[in-house]
């Protein structure tokens, strides 16, 4: 085979600084334009004065940039799948059986050695394969898979890719060398290796939809460089990165967890169970106007124990009425929350109060303990909701 790294001809702008938002694990939001990002921390310009925020205070930086348009390219679109779970699109995609190469609508010319790619995804996913091709690379395997699709099935054969361009596969299979028709397969999944993604420092978002755990990060002159594995460092202009993520575990939403004990005790007779993510019809949350897509909704009296094995040192939530009835005035709770059996917060909390951010210490705490207990108005529309509530580690 021969090989050719083939441009697409991409051109980037890179104008002004780009204004961005810098959130840290303290609750707190820094606005301005992005100076660089280096030596561990990241460096803004917030009102005419620099700074600086080391890498395990932030949370994410976050740009206010466009989504990639339609692009031209005619060529076959591959989805790059890496052992620490970065996905990436290439157009002109091949391998010579040491590096996959092509081209990265965002960073242009790229290349990633082959030993950190666990899958390569040549066809696009529908409802018949989406869940085929997950199960196929959730499988433990020794060996490379050659997926091809017939009808509505993912099926394969297990044996050695030597190499492949936009043409053909090169495929060992009992022995032989087989060319195949790349038109014909569906994807490849390489032999199952470790993660690797315990380095990683913060996972990149570019405006075409690609998201790259890396292990090293800079930015400098507007360009930013990221080692996204072992020997392969990416370039590629700040325009086109739409959020840095620096949480990585460090931030668990509590209405992903299961409570290690749910007390309700009904006023009447009617019972309220807890909610995550929505209200007890289904809805959004929402405090004083603002819609959280994560969250707790919680009706008097209910009380909640999480078992935190002293892994977390802080909530972080907003609190108040929900709004489906906080605009009729109704509602009224008593909130308690402990940290083992020291009480940190204890307020009552009502429809006409405006919603208030919640920063509670957890440092040590084996366990979290939330009551929501009855106020001065019976149980009637008693809906608290912790929008956004998160422990951090």
Not at 266 to 280: C, E, K, L, S
Not at 355 to 366: H, N, Y
């Amino acid at each position: 085979m021969k090989y050719w790294i083939l441009s697409l001809g991409l051109f980037f702008t890179t104008a002004d600084l780009m204004a961005a938002e810098v959130a840290t694990l303290d609750g707190k939001v820094h606005s301005g334009e992005i100076v660089s990002i280096a030596d561990g921390q990241v460096t803004l310009n917030e009102n005419g004065a620099p700074v600086s925020i080391p890498f395990d205070r932030a949370m994410a930086v976050r740009w206010d940039s466009p989504a990639a348009s339609a692009s031209a390219e005619t060529r076959a679109e591959t989805r790059l799948r890496l052992h620490n779970g970065s996905q990436a699109t290439l157009f002109a995609a091949q391998c010579d059986g040491r590096n996959v190469q092509g081209v990265n609508p965002s960073a242009g010319e790229v290349s990633v050695p082959h030993s950190a790619v666990q899958a390569v995804l040549f066809k696009s996913l529908d409802e018949k394969t989406r869940g085929q091709w997950e199960e196929l690379l959730a499988k433990s395997n020794s060996d490379d898979l050659l997926v091809i699709r017939k009808g509505d099935t993912l099926d394969f054969l297990a044996g050695v890719v030597t190499e492949y361009d936009e043409a053909e596969v090169n495929f060992l299979y009992q022995g032989s060398e087989i060319p195949v028709k790349r038109e014909k397969v569906f994807g490849l999944i390489h032999p199952t290796r470790d993660s690797g993604n315990g380095t990683a420092i913060g996972q990149v978002k570019t405006v075409y939809g690609d998201v790259l755990f890396v292990d090293g990060l800079s930015l400098q002159n507007q360009t930013v460089t990221l080692q996204v594995a072992a020997n392969a460092s990416w370039q590629l202009p700040q325009s086109q990165i739409r959020e840095i993520d620096f949480s990585l575990g460090r931030v668990v939403y509590l209405s992903d967890l299961e409570p290690e004990m749910v007390e309700h005790t009904p006023f009447f007779d009617t019972v309220w169970t807890y909610q995550r993510d929505r209200t007890n019809v289904g809805a959004p949350l929402r405090l004083g106007g603002v819609e959280y897509a994560k969250g707790v909704w919680i009706h008097s009296k209910t009380s909640l124990t999480y078992r935190l094995a002293g892994d977390y040192t802080r909530l972080q939530a907003m609190i108040g009425i929900d709004d489906a009835v906080a605009a009729n005035g109704l509602g009224q709770v008593r909130v308690q929350i402990k940290a083992d059996d020291k009480v940190v917060f204890e307020e009552d909390v009502a429809a006409l109060d405006a919603p208030r951010a919640l920063e509670i210490d957890l440092t040590s705490a084996r366990f979290l303990h939330i009551l929501v207990d009855f106020g001065s108005g019976l149980d009637i529309s008693d809906h608290l909701v912790l929008g956004d509530a998160r422990l951090i580690k």
